[in-house]
């Protein structure tokens, strides 16, 4: 049920809910802070998954990298396509629970700006062993999210947020004992037009993101508080590295 909530977000409304609001320097400063922690340099294959609408992978295909964008919704590749122009790089619609590369394809796997959760645990768990499948021996994951710790601090159940294109408010609640997020983004266009998408995501300490990484078969985990392996505080989005 949730994949499907998903699905539905994912889509035209999230190209105009939340594009808008992501700012270009940080998205670099996002995708290089990725392959640095990754340790892996201009000419190694990485893999940006899921990539959305191909921000940080067109970054790095533009500073050398052999980049492939993976991600399950097509309306988001297909404006990465738009967005990369002349750009090479690689866009597939895949579900990250089952992706459609040989083992052993590249030197880094990128997955960023929470973009685990929608599938429940053994989803999740699922698709970091998908990873670590297609990752070379000694190839990295890097995951950065927001972690439990931080959210229960910073939780507020109502935001609203102006945009050119009209308004995003934002309803939630927070499940402390499930450590699930139910809640809802609410659209209203510039026309009036009202558009509602209710979504649950699970949201998980660094402590079950490290065990859910060693399930899936990664021996090395190591989380971190920043791109600069800053240590890792309560007020950090979460940067683990796993190979
Ligand atoms: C929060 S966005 C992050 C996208 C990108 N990393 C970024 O920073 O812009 C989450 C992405 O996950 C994708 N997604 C959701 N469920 C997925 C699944 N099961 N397999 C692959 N991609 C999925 C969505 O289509 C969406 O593009």
Known sequence: MTQ???????????LEMYAPRHDP??????ALGAVSVA???????????????????????RAGFTVTGADRSQVLLDEARRQAGD??????QADYRELPFEEASFDAVLNLFTALGYVGREGDKQALGE???VLKP????????????????????????????GFVLEERSFDQAEGTVRGSFIYIRSSGERLEYPYTIQCYTATELVEMAREAGFSKVECYGGWEKEEL???????????
């Open 4 to 14: 499907d909530e998903f699905d539905s977000i994912f889509d035209e409304a999230y």
């Open 25 to 30: 320097e940080q998205t670099e400063a996002e």
């Open 39 to 61: 340790e892996v340099e201009p000419g190694t294959a990485v893999l940006d998954c899921p990539c959305g609408f191909g921000r940080h992978s067109v970054v790095l295909a």
């Open 87 to 92: 750009l090479e790089l690689e866009l597939v």
């Open 131 to 133: 990873f670590r499948r």
């Open 138 to 165: 000694g190839g990295r994951l890097v995951v950065e999210t927001m972690q439990r710790d931080r959210l229960a601090r910073i939780f507020e159940p109502r935001t609203w947020d102006r945009l050119p294109s």
């Open 233 to 243: 505080t309560l007020d950090a989005r979460l940067v683990l590295v796993a190979s």
